[in-house]
């Protein structure tokens, strides 16, 4: 099948979670989210990562996102790994795994959104199918792919920066904007290229022009 492209509907399937049955696009409902796999339980460097998302649920959930996890093994083995999660985590800060991780035992899902690695030799179960590799899928409301990111199984993903893209893609379907390199949220934004001057003295009077293409602006946001 073809590689998933930003824009395109994120498939949807029915699986088993650590929360129970989901029918993907039903739990998404109204909400963003963000699904990212795991090369397998019990690994090292997914515990580490789980642990982070479960701390900053609050951040997740003033913004309207869910998150879920996904890994190929089973609920079993998935519930068993949450308690060394929490149990590692709570070195860093309290740390209560809530959201759901989907049990992908046959790959199914994993094969669905083109997530199994095809590169490292060594990241195999016992009966050589490949793991999944480290990846990331923010989806709209509409269910529409907004990003993709791909790490190897050897390094760790950076939630601050999910969170930062959410916090840029949530601010541009609002507002007429785009972000620039490195920003954060309450720094100066980028006025899209399809507002013109005019335009831009109402909606932003306190822009910038910079280059005959780039304006920018403060963005007063809550």
Known sequence: ????????????????????????????????????????????????????????????????VKVIGI??????????WVQDINSFGGKVAPTDVQFPIIADEDRRVSVLYDMLDEQDATNRDAKGLP?????????????AIRLTLAYPASTGRNFDEII????????????RITTPVNWKKGDDVIVHPTVTNDEAKTLFPEFTQHLPYLRTTPLKVE
């Not at 793991?131 to 269910?143: A, E, G, L, S, W």
């Not at 930062?164 to 507002?175: A, C, T, W």
């Open 164 to 175: 930062r893209v959410i916090d840029s893609l949530q601010l541009g379907d609002k507002h």
């Open 131 to 143: 793991f999944t590799i480290r990846t990331v899928f923010i989806i709209d409301p509409k269910k």
């Open 1 to 64: 099948m073809p590689a998933l492209r930003l824009g395109n509907i994120a498939p949807d399937f029915e699986a088993q979670t650590t929360a129970g049955p989901i029918k993907f696009h039903d739990w998404i409902g109204d909400s963003w989210a963000v699904l990212f796999s795991h090369p397998g339980d019990f690994t090292p460097v997914c515990t580490t990562e789980l642990g982070e998302v479960a701390r900053r649920a609050p951040d997740f959930a003033k913004r309207g």
């Open 71 to 80: 890994s190929a093994n089973g609920l079993d083995e998935h519930h068993k």
